[in-house]
């Protein structure tokens, strides 16, 4: 059964650095999501995407934050100069139609820690 | 405000129980979606509907529009069962973008 996958599954960074975390959707969905979970909270919505371009973004998907289809497979979530306050579990999610008429796929998340 | 309310917060059952978990959402939305969150983490999709009732194995969910209320069941419930369910609903009012309750963990003791 088709399945997003995520890369790496647990990623420690220093307070300022960059990172980038992927993200392969199945592969027939056009939608692409970005969520995030601080440990213990809600599932908060960052992104979506669609038609490569950011379809809609929350509050939380400040400049900081930018998300990019560079080829035809990966998704990436890109932060800059990470805080203390990005440590969270990220979340990739697809769908074939858009977000409210059809299932998401979830993938099994990336751990981000800032140090 | 929370947008979307779940009860209980916790809950903890013996294997075989009925469980019922409850989703309350005050804003418009296209529809509802049950989902399953395993100790790891990893999220899955249970349920999306929009109006009346959907079974799966011992899964049934039920959504009452006019009362903003939806129900999760499982029957013959089993160890295995032991995760955090989380209603999430897509709403107009956030441009269709999934807006997540707090979960319900659940734990079924053998």
């Known amino acids: 059964e088709p399945e997003v996958t995520q890369t790496p599954s647990h990623q420690v960074t220093q307070m300022g650095q960059e990172v980038i975390l992927r993200c392969v959707p199945i592969?027939?969905?056009?939608?692409f999501y970005w969520y995030r979970q601080i440990l213990g909270q809600k599932v908060e919505f960052l992104v979506s995407?669609?038609?490569?371009?950011?379809?809609?973004k929350s509050e939380i998907f400040d400049d900081q934050f930018s998300v990019e289809r560079p080829d035809g497979s990966n998704f990436t979530l890109k932060i800059r100069s990470t805080k203390l306050e990005d440590s969270a579990m990220y979340f990739c999610?697809?769908?074939?139609?858009?977000?409210?008429?059809?299932?998401?796929?979830f993938g099994p998340g990336t751990r981000l820690t800032v140090l | 405000k929370n947008e979307v309310e779940q009860s209980p917060q916790n809950l903890t059952a013996q294997e075989g129980e009925f469980i019922t978990i409850n989703c309350s959402y005050s804003?418009?939305?296209?529809?509802l979606h049950w989902l399953q969150q395993h100790p790891g983490g990893g999220i899955v999709s249970l349920f999306m509907?929009?109006?009346?009732?959907k079974k799966h194995g011992r899964l049934i969910a039920t959504i009452n529009i006019q009362e903003k209320h939806s129900s999760l069941h499982i029957t013959a419930s089993h160890p295995r069962d032991s995760a955090v369910y989380i209603c999430?609903?897509?709403?107009?009012?956030?441009?269709?973008?999934?807006?997540w309750g707090a979960g319900t963990k659940l734990i079924i003791k053998p």
């Open positions: 999430a609903v897509s709403s107009m009012d956030s441009n269709y973008q999934l807006i």
């Open positions: 592969s027939n969905h056009l939608y």
């Open positions: 999610a697809s769908s074939e139609e858009r977000v409210g008429t059809d299932t998401q796929y």
């Open positions: 509907l929009s109006s009346g009732k």
């Open positions: 804003v418009g939305i296209s529809a």
């Open positions: 995407f669609y038609n490569n371009e950011i379809s809609e």
